[in-house]
């Protein structure tokens, strides 16, 4: 705790927590411990094996954060890191290239019908798709929804990441089964379709043994069923040395 | 028609619900600036991953640039920012390499109540924690260009 001892704390405390009712302050005691780069503990730095690109992907490149276009869906941010597997240093100016599904299983833009299942709105949209750019500590935002599933696939986030233009990976990151069954069966814009019809282990991508997807995983926390954050730490190498999911 | 009103009641109704939550888990609301010492407990509400987190509320002002710095000596913390229209906007891990404690630097697009969401990487930690909330000066009025 730098800067502050216990006395100012306690003084800071009973001056701005007039409104803190519920829960009375203490004090801390002074910072400890070794500290690390802690997001991920185990695998921070394994390099993230590709996966299939898939036939929904578009050349749009809009480079935004805000992906919705207005899709309804749980409030998800998505803050991704990108890290160098042989260094684990963070790699800024890595573009981030995602997409996903809405929260009914349809992909926008004028691609392949068994993305959109014909959908003309979705077809003449853009949404959930974007690019962004990692910042100097190699962290990139994207403000989206939870994606919504369809028939054969877990809940996915598609995802290609390019530095200088070239290619280090591409490949889908997945979310506990567990949670998004909570978000299906609780958040309004997806009640109505009810839990996914396909788990992570059956995946046709994926699936296999629990473990295989693990490192593909997304660290959530949901607020409620209201709000989601959705951190990811990707590892690349060059396209030379990649493996296959 | 009927499509517009079932997207009507569908989106009032995430609104009601994300309220209710924030409502059910919030525990402080905020003056800025401020400083902060309280305790996360095994009787606050969970996330998913089994930590549990507190909610801070706050009135901001678009366009002010906001400082907020969660630490712990007890517990490794992870920081949130939602704003006004309930959109996760803003978060933080480590503030750096060498820290487990979370900071955000963050300019408000938005006028009106914000959520800070003070929480633990790990699951089931409890502990003390620090919040301080900084530069909460708002922005001056902004000249209006003369047309000569």
């Given at each position: 705790?730098?800067?502050?001892?216990?006395?100012?704390?306690?003084?800071?405390?009973?001056?701005?927590?007039?409104?803190?009712?519920?829960?009375?302050?203490?004090?801390?005691?002074?910072?400890?411990?070794?500290?690390?780069?802690?997001?991920?503990?185990?695998?921070?730095?394994?390099?993230?094996?590709?996966?299939?690109?898939g036939p929904c992907f578009y050349e749009g490149?809009v480079?935004?954060?805000?992906i919705t276009e207005g899709q309804g869906g749980?409030?998800?941010?998505?803050?991704?890191?990108?890290?160098?597997?042989?260094?684990?240093?963070?790699?800024?100016?890595?573009?981030?290239?995602?997409w996903h599904a809405n929260a009914n299983g349809l992909y926008s833009a004028p691609i392949s019908n068994m993305c959109t299942d014909g959908n003309t709105a979705a077809r003449n949209s853009t949404f959930l798709r974007g690019?962004?750019?990692?910042?100097?500590?190699?962290?990139?935002?994207?403000?989206t929804v939870?994606p919504g599933w369809y028939s054969?696939r877990?809940?996915?986030?598609h995802?290609?990441?390019?530095?200088?233009?070239?290619?280090?990976?591409?490949?889908?990151?997945?979310?506990?089964?567990?949670?998004?069954?909570?978000?299906?069966?609780?958040?309004?814009a997806y009640?109505?379709r009810?839990?996914?019809?396909?788990?992570?282990?059956?995946?046709?991508?994926?699936?296999?043994?629990?473990?295989?997807?693990?490192?593909?995983?997304?660290?959530?926390?949901?607020?409620?069923?209201?709000?989601?954050?959705?951190?990811?730490?990707?590892?690349?190498?060059?396209?030379?040395?990649?493996?296959?999911? | 028609?009927?499509r517009?009103?079932?997207r009507?009641?569908?989106?009032?109704?995430?609104?009601?619900?994300?309220?209710?939550?924030?409502?059910?888990?919030?525990?402080?609301?905020?003056?800025?600036?401020?400083?902060?010492?309280?305790?996360?407990?095994?009787?606050?509400?969970?996330?998913?991953?089994?930590?549990?987190?507190?909610?801070?509320?706050?009135?901001?002002?678009?366009?002010?640039?906001?400082?907020?710095?969660?630490?712990?000596?007890?517990?490794?913390?992870?920081?949130?920012?939602?704003?006004?229209?309930?959109?996760?906007?803003?978060?933080?891990?480590?503030?750096?390499?060498?820290?487990?404690?979370?900071?955000?630097?963050?300019?408000?697009?938005?006028?009106?109540?914000?959520?800070?969401?003070?929480?633990?990487?790990?699951?089931?930690?409890?502990?003390?924690?620090?919040?301080?909330?900084?530069?909460?000066?708002?922005?001056?009025?902004?000249?209006?260009?003369?047309?000569?």
């Amino acid at each position: 705790m730098n800067g502050m001892n216990r006395r100012d704390l306690i003084t800071k405390s009973l001056a701005a927590v007039a409104l803190f009712a519920a829960k009375p302050g203490s004090i801390l005691a002074e910072a400890v411990g070794i500290k690390r780069l802690d997001l991920t503990p185990t695998d921070v730095c394994t390099l993230t094996c590709r996966s299939t690109l898939g036939p929904c992907f578009y050349e749009g490149r809009v480079a935004r954060r805000d992906i919705t276009e207005g899709q309804g869906g749980l409030p998800t941010l998505l803050s991704l890191l990108v890290v160098n597997a042989d260094t684990c240093q963070p790699v800024p100016g890595a573009a981030i290239d995602i997409w996903h599904a809405n929260a009914n299983g349809l992909y926008s833009a004028p691609i392949s019908n068994m993305c959109t299942d014909g959908n003309t709105a979705a077809r003449n949209s853009t949404f959930l798709r974007g690019i962004q750019t990692t910042d100097a500590d190699g962290w990139a935002h994207f403000n989206t929804v939870y994606p919504g599933w369809y028939s054969g696939r877990t809940p996915h986030i598609h995802s290609t990441v390019r530095v200088n233009s070239s290619e280090m990976v591409t490949t889908q990151f997945f979310f506990p089964d567990d949670l998004s069954t909570k978000i299906y069966t609780a958040h309004p814009a997806y009640t109505a379709r009810g839990r996914a019809d396909t788990t992570n282990t059956r995946d046709n991508v994926i699936g296999g043994a629990a473990a295989r997807v693990t490192p593909f995983l997304f660290q959530p926390k949901l607020i409620g069923t209201s709000q989601l954050f959705a951190l990811k730490v990707i590892a690349i190498r060059s396209s030379a040395t990649t493996c296959n999911a | 028609v009927q499509r517009l009103i079932m997207r009507t009641l569908t989106f009032l109704a995430a609104l009601f619900a994300a309220e209710a939550a924030l409502a059910q888990c919030t525990n402080a609301t905020l003056t800025c600036p401020a400083t902060i010492a309280a305790v996360l407990s095994a009787d606050d509400c969970a996330s998913y991953d089994g930590s549990r987190y507190d909610l801070l509320q706050f009135s901001g002002t678009a366009g002010t640039t906001l400082t907020i710095q969660l630490r712990s000596s007890g517990f490794d913390t992870f920081l949130g920012l939602i704003d006004p229209a309930g959109v996760p906007i803003a978060d933080n891990d480590d503030v750096s390499p060498g820290s487990t404690d979370s900071k955000i630097t963050h300019t408000l697009g938005a006028s009106g109540t914000w959520t800070i969401v003070a929480n633990s990487v790990q699951p089931a930690v409890v502990g003390d924690y620090e919040l301080v909330v900084s530069g909460c000066a708002a922005p001056g009025p902004r000249r209006r260009s003369v047309r000569h």
